[in-house]
């Protein structure tokens, strides 16, 4: 089956402090993965995105991913923590056919602390 | 700039009215699809659209219905059947090429009162 799974609910860091959120997928073929960003009331906002070839990615606001095909992961991280960085974040898999669909995690809302 | 355009952000309805949601997008993507949002649950597809004229049932699709009779516009009617409707709505649209470039609008929030 087809799944992305967040174990983390919530995290709370302190600001300035590194940051990884978990992502796992489960995908009958090769994966695109994404991880989103959600302000409160707002819509989802691409961080970053992996289709093929490095494991590390860079995304916007500082934040990188990395794929690890063995473990079917795609965590996502950055070295320093600023409060505004506070927000919800989703990981996201599909396909590469036209009419494959995005598959969400259930989500993992940041909290920073001052 | 190229966008989505979800209206209105706030919505409020009568138990056993139905009500509409607005999604419009100038990106010229040709798929398009509304999803639900619910606390603790993620993102759950409701409609979603591939073409013009043509569209196909997500996961929780009862109570819904859509239309597709322009590329730019994708409405979704929360109808009375919906049994829990009060939920934050997103639309979002791609473009032909797999699984890439998902653009979400800002969201609707419809609460039944």
């Known amino acids: 089956a087809q799944s992305v799974t967040q174990p983390d609910i919530h995290i709370t860091v302190s600001e300035g402090a590194s940051l990884e959120l978990r992502c796992n997928y489960s995908?009958?073929?090769?994966?695109?993965l994404f991880w989103y960003v959600q302000s409160p009331g707002q819509g989802l906002q691409l961080l970053l995105k992996?289709?093929?070839?490095?494991?590390l990615f860079q995304g916007i606001k500082g934040f990188e991913a990395e794929f690890k095909r063995s473990q079917s992961s795609f965590n996502l991280r950055k070295p320093s923590v600023h409060w505004s960085d506070a927000a919800e974040y989703f990981c996201?898999?599909?396909?590469?056919?036209?009419?494959?669909?995005?598959?969400f995690g259930t989500g993992t809302l940041l909290a920073v602390q001052p | 700039d190229g966008g989505i355009t979800q209206s209105p952000k706030y919505l409020f309805r009568k138990e056993g009215q139905n009500v509409t949601l607005s999604c419009e997008q100038n990106?010229?993507?040709?798929?398009m699809y509304w999803y639900r949002q619910d606390p603790g649950q993620g993102l759950r597809l409701i409609y979603y659209?591939?073409?013009?004229?043509?569209?196909q049932k997500g996961d929780i699709a009862e109570g819904y219905s859509v239309s597709r009779e322009k590329k730019e516009s994708f409405p979704l009617t929360v109808t009375s059947a919906q049994k829990n409707p009060t939920a934050f709505y997103l639309c979002?649209?791609?473009?032909?090429?797999?699984?890439?470039?998902?653009?979400f609008g800002s969201g609707t929030r419809l609460t039944v009162v």
């Open positions: 995908y009958g073929a090769t994966p695109y």
């Open positions: 990106l010229n993507h040709d798929a």
């Open positions: 992996y289709f093929s070839g490095d494991t």
């Open positions: 979002a649209s791609r473009t032909g090429q797999g699984a890439r470039g998902y653009t």
């Open positions: 659209s591939q073409i013009v004229n043509d569209f």
């Open positions: 996201a898999v599909g396909g590469a056919s036209a009419t494959n669909k995005l598959i």
